[in-house]
């Protein structure tokens, strides 16, 4: 079998994706269609649900998938067609017309039968058993020439300029899709008839019909609010409340509408981020025949789109034509797939010619497409175009799919036709609904408030029996009081006082614990937005807490999941430095810095004088210019011929300056270093590239491009240069170049030292060498090349074992170091994340060499760890290696050796890893290390995995990203972070914390999170005692009232207990309170695992808090009533009365809790000193006032000339004084003893803070930096990174039929 070089070059670009490899969900090579007539191969096709078997954990209501299967299968009794050639699937026609040549394409394989054939009408016998297949739907079709005309409506009839919306009920059933949908082209009539979604994107939480029952349903899940509700409900009932029926609907209904505008302020954030994102606008084919701007939301099903460079993609196209040749394309789905390298995406070749709006606008048939799913790497579609009154059909692979949040790059314009919009894009079917999340501190509280009410319920019952034996028993001998005789019903008279009691003891639960956390909350989420610290300048983006209901949470995370493109790296990669025949070369020589006794280093500017160019660009006079002789001359003009000539990139040129189009960034970064250091490559045509060197153009040939993949780990190019000699020009990872050497070589020794600082630095690194060939040898070479590149079967390693001929006896010229920019700051907050006790994975769509590259370089993976990889092929031997890994490791533990380790795992691995059988042993594995990094993995798969430890850790989880691919991680993790700033990200918009850098992290957690779980702990705590002082005190008097339902103070007053007068010390706790300062907080990382114990809101502190308050309570009670025992004489010889004994207790009581929260606060401000010594001024100047007030107006009676008698009495002031001091004493004293023989490690923190003691530990880290260097020059030896990062290609083709397609000095169409 021959092997024909014109076959169609659409089947190169289905390699560079990476379903053409693997199906998404890592069981490679399965092919969905029904057996061959025949075949011994079983049938592969599975049902639509086997592809959930990962998926055991999104068990959630709003997070079931779509049964529909990305690919469908043909049913038994279809057969397929008989193959006329063992091992390849038959040529396929239809309607006598050929199908388009992708269908020879991989993923065309892989997938279904082009979308004519539906589950309804596969079973009768429309395929023919020939060569030709049929669609029995056919017949349904309208006449060609009439199809434009359906309705009797024009093509071109006006239509409205918004797509309707329609609204769904929550309770409505999902409407069964058909098979298949059908778009129109270039007929939006039809199309609007089809009812298709617009292209309107919401991710808020709520909208004005949902607002209202969510709102209430999200409320009244805090068993607070369902208490106090019912508490006022049976406020109303007459003879039952012994207190004014609005005294708790009023405060109620303001703790509801303060929440209310706290939910409605943080969700119009997301309404004004969705606005303006929908009004992005995009060029759309108009009636008139040209392109004409039209905002996103407006963007309808079947409208053709033109996207330039740089472009983001506003809905799912179908791409019909570009600017390159081939109507090629690259985008960039790191947003998508969390890959860097650009993915290569080509138009069919019927519609790739159409480059103009006039010939698209001629277009006529219809696209007849899956229906949407979330599969990201498939697509199955037949274009139905009608020429000359004939249609052909046209099958539609993923090649052919833009996606909605990729961006379209180093392609000046493409047109597209859309296929999905809105929320039925791949991008938004991977999005979750935005989740309503609760903290542990919110739950924690729901259960504190049952133990509460608990207690109120048993305190009623107390009460009641109390009553009820008063009532039922000593009625007569209380003839005093007109009771009536004993109750006819006396269970009537039972429900009654209970009720009676409960109403009179239900402040016990404090009405204002909910509305102040609410309220400190979201003053604590604005503390985070001002932080000026937080503030990135360059994009002019500060820190965004969008929920900030989850604030304290950020002061318990355990485990923190990351993205690594965007979030840890910047996605840029630079060419930093060089050694070339045994010299280190650098930017400034500065850079270059290595350990004393090495030899100098030299600037790029010395390597260009070298090289005989001057830094202008112009050739030198004399070629053997520099210190380093003709010898050192021609190495480094070979060293960056190579560097411009070894390369798959393609010049694009944009007024004055030359972008290079790379599929992988690295290769970008070694063409720009060329460019820099004086040879410039400009143009590329399909036989040769042309290099400026020194002035002037040279032309290069290029005879052959052995490709670079994984296992061969380099890239050669064979040239003819300009002087007729052919070379090779090979660059790739040390241990493959070295191995490969001739013999004399004089730079090895050098040149290794030089690669072992380049990557301690964590810098990415590649060996450079070439040879000469004899014009003999490589004639022989060629034959054997061309041969192995007919080769049907195993094309790829008859390449490799080709290469392998001529890829010998090479001579180093050196090594290049290109830095993958990290995001500043990265290592330092990793590191110091991990003193903190948290635990950092990171979860990539990168390769496994580069996410180890960065992993090592951002400290993740220190030098120490030992990394535990698991790449494997199967299920079994995924579960096989776990396990066995898992029981060495617990052996080696109980003997005392404790190793740090690193887990690696790649995505298919992991695929197997997240099933039900193993999960649980991958997860104890990966508990046991350090870090983790999960590699190839996709949107889905990072769910899992933090849905996974979500699970079965109980731990408060972080997850952050910068892509849309992170999204659903972002929502499955307890708090979700997105990095925001960069353009077009989703993942900020759905996240509940946007921060524009990764570093600010550190001081997010580490600070504001400490503070907020410290000031929430405390706050809560401190809410519940001073309620339960207050009405302890009623209960306490119940006994001296003989249960009789009198309560001891004015109403109104004990609503203003809450509302006024103890309202400030708990918000200013819980807003500046600090148990110790940032600085500390930032030099003790170990103090952020207080939030990860939950110290400071245990079961334990909290039922400490409600005995003291009991204590507090009693101690208040008794001493008062020993004080006004007999009731005392005022200084006019009356009796004081039962209301100013009330009011003093009442008053000392309020002293009390105050003096409490002065004694429990870490930091005094001028807002302390308003809060508690100005609550008990104000409540003195308040009081009085309102005893005067209240009586005049007939509003309260009680207090009708009180106002002479209690402040003008001595005793009074006497109580103020003794009774606050004697409950707070032993509070302090216990609060010495603490902190004297008991201290916690903030203590110490604290004494350090107060007297600035000097922390002498820079110089133990110097020491230890010193030796982690020795460590990691060692480590590094063993395990370096190399910089190549494209996509492979099965058939290892790719790259070089690519270039073979290009010839830039051709003016490409314009598209207008």
């Given amino acids: 079998m021959s092997y024909n070089p014109g076959d169609d070059f659409a089947s190169l670009v289905s390699r560079a994706n990476p379903a053409a490899q693997q199906n998404p969900y890592g069981q490679p090579g399965r092919n969905t269609y029904a057996p061959q007539a025949g075949s011994s191969q079983p049938t592969l096709a599975p049902s639509v649900d086997d592809r959930y078997k990962l998926d055991p954990f999104f068990d959630d209501d709003d997070e079931q998938q779509t049964p529909h299967a990305t690919a469908t299968t043909f049913p038994p009794s279809v057969s397929a067609p008989t193959p006329r050639h063992p091992g390849r699937q038959p040529s396929l026609t239809i309607l006598d017309e050929p199908l388009d040549s992708s269908a020879d394409l991989p993923l065309t394989k892989a997938a279904a039968p082009p979308a004519g054939r539906s589950f309804d009408n596969a079973g009768s016998s429309g395929m023919q058993q020939q060569n030709t297949w049929t669609f029995d739907d056919d017949e349904g079709l309208p006449a060609p020439n009439s199809r434009y005309e359906r309705g009797g409506q024009p093509r071109n009839a006006p239509l409205r300029q918004q797509t309707k919306r329609t609204w769904k009920w929550p309770w409505e059933r999902q409407k069964v899709l058909a098979p298949e949908r059908k778009i129109w082209l270039n007929d939006h009539v039809s199309n609007e008839a089809e009812g298709y979604c617009s292209n309107y994107v919401s991710t808020t939480k709520y909208n004005l019909v949902t607002f209202v029952p969510k709102f209430l349903l999200e409320q009244f899940s805090k068993y607070a609010n369902i208490f106090f ?194 929320h039925e894009t791949k991008l938004m079917r991977n999005a979750t609904a935005t989740p309503i999340k609760r903290t542990a501190v919110e739950r924690q509280v729901n259960v504190q408030i049952v133990f509460l009410f608990l207690l109120l319920i048993v305190l009623s019952l107390v009460s009641t029996i109390g009553s009820s034996i008063r009532s039922w028993f000593f009625s007569k001998q209380e003839w005093y009081l007109f009771l009536d005789a004993v109750p006819t019903n006396k269970a009537k008279s039972f429900v009654e006082d209970i009720l009676t009691f409960v109403i009179l003891y239900n402040n016990l639960i404090p009405i204002s614990l909910i509305v102040t956390m609410e309220v400190v909350k979201f003053q604590q989420a604005q503390l985070i937005n001002s932080d000026l610290d937080m503030y990135y300048a360059k994009t002019d983006t500060p820190a965004l807490c969008r929920t900030s209901s989850l604030v304290e949470e950020l002061g318990q995370i355990e485990y923190i999941f990351s993205d690594k493109t965007g979030t840890l790296t910047r996605n840029e990669m630079e060419f930093r430095m060089c050694s070339v025949a045994g010299v280190m070369y650098a930017e400034t020589s500065g850079e270059a810095d290595n350990d004393e006794g090495s030899e100098a280093k030299r600037t790029f500017d010395e390597l260009k004088v070298i090289a005989g160019v001057s830094s202008g660009g112009r050739s030198l006079d004399s070629g053997g210019a520099g210190s380093g002789g003709g010898k050192e001359s021609l190495v480094v003009k070979e060293f960056l011929t190579l560097l411009a000539v070894c390369h798959t990139v393609i010049p694009e040129v944009k007024g004055e300056k030359i972008v290079y189009q790379a599929s992988s960034p690295d290769e970008a970064a070694l063409v720009s270093g060329a460019e820099i250091l004086g040879f410039r490559f400009h143009t590329r045509k399909p036989k040769s590239v042309f290099v400026e060197i020194g002035g002037t153009t040279q032309e290069f040939e290029i005879l052959n491009v052995c490709e670079f993949n994984s296992t061969r780990k380099r890239m050669s190019t064979i040239i003819r240069g300009p002087d007729g000699k052919i070379k090779l020009y090979c660059k790739g990872a040390d241990t493959v170049i070295l191995e490969r050497l001739g013999p004399n070589q004089a730079y090895v020794d050098a040149t290794m030292v030089h ?128 396990s066995k890994r898992l029981v060495a490791i617990k052996n080696q533990r109980k003997t005392g050796e404790q190793e740090d380790l690193a887990l690696i795992i790649d995505g298919k691995s992991l695929t197997f890893a997240l099933e039900k059988d193993i999960s649980k042993t991958f997860l104890e594995l990966a508990m046991l290390c350090k870090a983790v990094v999960c590699c190839r993995v996709s949107p889905l798969q990072k769910a899992l995995v933090v849905k996974l430890v979500k699970k079965n850790q109980k731990s408060i989880l972080l997850a952050i990203g910068d892509g849309a691919n992170d999204v659903s991680m972002i929502q499955a993790a307890h708090i979700g972070v997105g990095i925001s700033g960069v353009e077009g990200l989703q993942a900020a918009r759905s996240a509940d914390v946007a921060i524009s850098q990764f570093r600010y992290l550190k001081k997010l957690l580490l600070v504001h999170g400490a503070w907020s779980y410290q000031r929430l702990s405390k706050l809560i705590l401190y809410s519940f005692y001073k309620n339960i002082v207050l009405y302890m005190v009623q209960f306490w008097y119940s006994f001296y009232n003989n249960f009789s339902g009198q309560i001891a103070n004015e109403s109104w007053t004990l609503s203003f207990y809450n509302v006024l007068f103890t309202v400030l010390p708990p918000l200013v706790l819980g807003i500046f309170d600090q148990f110790v300062s940032a600085r500390i907080l930032d030099r003790y990382p170990q103090l952020y695992m207080l939030g990860q114990k939950n110290a400071f809101f245990t079961r334990t502190a909290f039922w400490l808090w409600i005995i003291n308050a009991l204590y507090h309570s009693l101690i208040l009670y008794g001493f008062s009533i020993i004080m006004f025992w007999g009731d005392l004489k005022s200084s006019d010889g009356r009796d004081s009365g039962h209301w100013v004994w009330g009011t003093s207790l009442y008053l000392a009581v309020l002293l009390t809790v105050l003096g409490k929260a002065a004694l429990i606060s870490d930091l005094w401000t001028k807002y302390t000193v308003a809060a508690m010594p100005g609550s008990f001024i104000f409540t003195m100047i308040f009081l009085p006032i309102y005893c005067l007030v209240a009586p005049a107006l007939g509003f309260s009676s009680e207090y009708d000339g009180i106002v002479g008698r209690l402040w003008g009495d ?103």
């Avoid at 195993?794 to 080709?802: I, P, S, V």
């Avoid at 050196?814 to 991990?834: F, N, R, S, Y």
């Fill in 755 to 882: 690669l072992e600082d380049y990557a301690t630095e964590g810098l990415r690194t590649l060996c450079i060498a070439m040879r000469d060939i004899p014009e003999a040898e490589y004639r022989e070479w060629a034959a054997i090349y061309d041969q192995a590149a007919a080769t049907i079967n195993g094309r790829g390693e008859a390449l490799d074992q080709a290469a392998e001929l001529i890829e010998k006896d090479m001579f180093l010229l050196g090594a290049t170091a290109i830095e993958d920019k990290l995001q500043e700051g990265v290592p330092d907050t990793i590191h110091t994340l991990q003193m903190a006790g948290i635990k950092v994975w990171v979860l990539t769509g990168d390769r496994q060499e580069t996410a180890i590259n960065i992993g090592l370089s951002c400290r993740l993976i220190s030098e120490s760890m030992n990394l535990v990889i698991v790449n494997e092929e199967t299920a079994q031997a995924t579960k096989d290696f776990i």
């Fill in 229 to 422: 509700l019912f508490t006022a409900c049976i406020q109303q009932i007459p003879g039952v409340s012994p207190t004014n029926p609005y005294t708790t609907i009023v405060p109620l209904s303001l703790v509801l509408l303060a929440s209310a505008f706290k939910e409605t302020e943080e969700d119009l954030k997301r309404h004004q981020s969705d606005a303006e994102l929908n009004a992005r606008k995009s060029q759309v084919l108009s009636d008139s025949g040209s392109f004409s701007d039209k905002k996103w939301r407006h963007i309808r099903v079947g409208d053709i789109v033109r996207l330039e460079s740089d472009d983001f993609i506003p809905a799912d196209l179908l791409l019909l034509s570009s600017s390159e040749p081939e109507g090629l394309c690259y985008i960039e789905t790191s947003n998508l797939d969390g890959e860097t390298n650009l993915k290569i995406k080509q138009a069919s070749p019927k519609t790739s010619h159409m480059t103009s709006p006039q010939l698209v606008q001629r277009l006529q048939g219809y696209l007849r497409s899956e229906q949407p799913n979330n599969s990201l790497y498939t697509y199955e579609g037949t274009l139905v175009m009608t020429v000359d009154g004939t249609e052909r059909q046209i099958p539609m692979s993923p090649d052919q799919i833009l996606l909605r949040g990729a961006q379209l790059r180093n392609t000046p314009w493409v047109y597209g036709l859309v296929v999905f919009t809105g």
């Fill in 1210 to 1312: 001595a005793p009074f002031y006497f109580s103020l004084l003794l009774l606050p001091c004697v409950c707070l004493i032993r509070d302090y004293a216990w609060k010495y003893y603490r902190r004297t023989y008991q201290p916690s490690s903030y203590h110490i923190a604290q004494e350090l803070q107060k007297y600035n003691i000097p922390d002498y530990r820079p110089r133990q880290e110097q020491f230890q930096k010193a030796i982690k260097k020795v460590r990691a020059v060692q480590r590094m030896r063993k395990n370096r990174g190399f910089a190549f990062s494209q996509t492979e290609d099965p058939n290892r083709q790719e790259q070089a039929r690519l270039i073979r397609a290009y010839d830039t000095s051709q003016v490409r169409p314009s598209g207008l």
